[in-house]
T-cell receptor, first 110, second 111 residues
């Protein structure tokens, strides 16, 4: 299986609710990143958390990292219809290239 | 500011035909460059990355190849396309090995 795997694979919520996505990985990391992809488009970087950090915030995004459990979570608060997209975690293991998970498809119903 | 271009945006090719996808980056020097492939509804598979002109690392053995003839140009090629080569091809760049910046992608359909 992949280094990074997101859970759930798909998530449907109502506008205004919070959305939580999880990512698990297998090997030691330098950092973990979250990306967003709108349908048929390229990926956009959202946030990076380093291995010595436990939590990071950016606007309505909150990312946590638990290196002992090799897991991370992305929380989007007060979701909007425009947040509808696929979200990917990616890990930097020092290989000079990121390893991406298979993504969580988020649908925010207006 | 930095920008990344990919072309063509869409491509339909017959099995056995050659392929050339181009990616160029503006506004930065000596970037790390990457080619990914994404199957429908799936994650990204790293195909190649390059840390400098003429330096290509291949991640997945297949009938694709990559070249970096100039500092900010990255080309993905194939001599003979297979049906399984269909997918969404993304080019990306980075300065360090942190945040990556992605191009708009090329959707390739092999018939």
């Amino acid at each position: 299986s992949q280094q990074g795997e997101e859970d759930p694979q798909a998530l449907s919520i109502q506008e205004g609710e919070n959305a939580t996505m999880n990512c698990s990985y297998k090997t030691s990391i330098n950092n973990l990143q979250w990306y967003r992809q709108n349908s048929g488009r390229g990926l956009v970087h959202l946030i990076l958390i380093r291995s010595n950090e436990r939590e990071k915030h950016s606007g309505r995004l909150r990312v946590t990292l638990d290196t002992s459990k090799k897991s991370s979570s992305l929380l989007i608060t007060a979701s909007r219809a425009a947040d509808t997209a696929s979200y990917f975690c990616a890990t930097d293991t020092g290989r000079r290239a990121l390893t991406f998970g298979s993504g969580t498809r988020l649908q925010v119903q207006p | 500011s930095q920008t990344i271009h990919q072309w063509p945006a869409t491509l339909v090719q017959p099995v056995g035909s050659p392929l050339s996808l181009e990616c160029t980056v503006e506004g930065t020097s000596n970037p790390n460059l990457y080619w990914y492939r994404q199957a429908a509804g799936r994650g990204l598979q790293l195909l190649f990355y390059s840390v400098g002109i003429g330096q290509i690392s291949s991640e997945v053995p297949q009938n694709l190849s990559a070249s970096r003839p100039q500092d900010r140009q990255f080309i993905l090629s194939s001599k003979k396309l297979l049906l399984s080569d269909s997918g969404f091809y993304l080019c990306a760049w980075s300065v360090q090995f942190d945040e990556q910046f992605f191009g708009p992608g090329t959707r390739l359909t092999v018939l």
